[in-house]
């Protein structure tokens, strides 16, 4: 069985310093708190490839933070 998707093991790494820096004015993407809140709005971005803004997510990293999401979005 797969093990829960966490946000510090998982998906924390996820986001580079140029992601966080540049969306530091709205929110933390390195504060699970943060990430968590904005979650649904965030997994939207990714999935319509707008986030991050230089470039989308290969597929297989947009689907660890949707199983993330729908999991709980685990610490």
Known sequence: MDQPVQF????????????????????????????????????ERLREGSMPCDGPWPEPQVDLFERWVKGGKQP
């Open 8 to 43: 510090a093991r998982d998906i924390k790494q996820l986001f580079r310093d140029k992601d966080r820096d540049s969306m530091s004015f709205a929110f933390d993407l390195g504060a699970h708190a943060d990430v968590s809140e904005h979650a649904e709005h965030i997994l």
